[in-house]
């Protein structure tokens, strides 16, 4: 696939927030409480029956055991490493990963991006608990990847051009094979919608929008070089011949370019050299979470969380 790479489950939310400029150091959070429940204490009432864990616990482990066991068992794993390395976090760092949270939510606007935040955590069962365990995680990641952060001038300029250079807009078609895509493209030349065949041939993610993407910048390094080398080599309004990026052949049609501001690098430097230093933590708190908690380190014992654990998406193979 070609779209934009994101950090892996196991980190949730809070590690694909940009840097906050200009902002006070929020209070401490609260930590969240942990209730230890036992199985045959009632949990509920239901038409005037007494429900308990046991009554929900199979349930429960199936519908959302892979990701609580993956999320337990990272914490143990991250807790274990800090230790070794004599890190800790104080309540401070964990305010500044829920400030970090927030300002990605809606930058410039604390009070939508506190009205976000509240839906996404009602959508991702974000209660007290997963949450704080959540800032906490991503808090020590974060600084156990720390002296491993390298930022050279080329990724500081990617990071300016993303946020102020030229973008271009494009659509674009996957398959897996160069016969596949040739017989795409030639349905399109002789006058088939870029967009309608998108929706009914394209691999990719973004085949439901009719292969629509973001804007993409010449040196955004979130994107691969091939399929970038490819956007800016064309004139807007043209169609590619099929391309390979990444093992899938591209077909890719330019809508538009959008220009870029008035920020010039230097101007622009402070604030890249932020963008780019979170988005390499990123990429190396995902790493090392993958690698304290391998994909085929969990063993269910279990059945129902057996069943969890292999049907979890993220237990299969990643692109």
């Known amino acids: 696939m070609i779209h934009q790479r994101v950090p892996g489950l196991l980190l949730l939310l809070a590690t694909s927030s940009p840097a906050i400029v200009g902002c006070e150091t929020p209070p401490p959070a609260t930590p969240a409480t942990v209730t230890e429940i036992a199985s045959d204490r009632p949990i509920a009432v239901v038409d005037r029956t007494r429900m308990n864990l046991d009554d929900v616990r199979a349930g429960l482990l199936e519908a959302a055991g892979a990701v609580i066991v993956r999320e337990r068992a990272l914490d ?49 069962g974000l209660g007290p608990v997963r949450f704080a365990s959540l800032l906490r995680r991503n808090a020590l990641l974060r600084l156990l990847v720390a002296d491993d952060v390298v930022l050279d001038e080329d990724v500081v300029r990617g990071a300016w051009d993303k946020a102020h250079g030229p973008r271009r807009v494009c659509r674009v078609i996957a398959l897996r094979d160069l016969r596949s895509a040739e017989g795409v493209r030639r349905r399109i030349l002789a006058g088939e919608d870029f967009a309608v065949v998108a929706v009914e041939t394209s691999i990719d993610a973004s085949a439901p929008r009719g292969g629509r993407l973001a804007p993409v910048s010449r040196l955004d390094p979130s994107w ?44 622009g430097r402070a604030a890249a050299e932020r963008s780019a230093r979170l988005a390499a933590e990123r990429l190396l708190m995902d790493r090392l979470a993958r690698r304290l908690v391998p994909e085929a380190g969990i063993e269910p014992l279990d059945p129902s969380l057996r069943w969890s654990l292999e049907g979890d998406p993220s237990t299969q193979l990643r692109r």
């Not at 500044?96 to 930058?107: F, G, I, Q, Y």
């Not at 064309?234 to 920020?263: C, K, N, Q, T």
């Open 224 to 267: 691969p070089v091939g399929f970038r080398r490819a956007l800016f080599e064309l004139e807007p309004g043209a169609l590619s011949e099929s391309f390979p990026v990444e093992g899938r052949m591209l077909i890719m049609e330019v809508l538009e370019e959008l220009p870029g501001d008035e920020i010039t690098f230097e101007q």
């Open 76 to 124: 143990r794993a991250i807790a274990r490493e800090a230790a070794r390395r004599d890190i800790e976090v104080d309540e401070a760092a964990i305010a500044r990963e829920r400030a970090l949270l927030v300002e990605t939510l809606s930058a410039g606007d604390p009070d939508r991006a506190e009205l976000l935040l509240t839906e996404l955590r009602r959508s991702r």
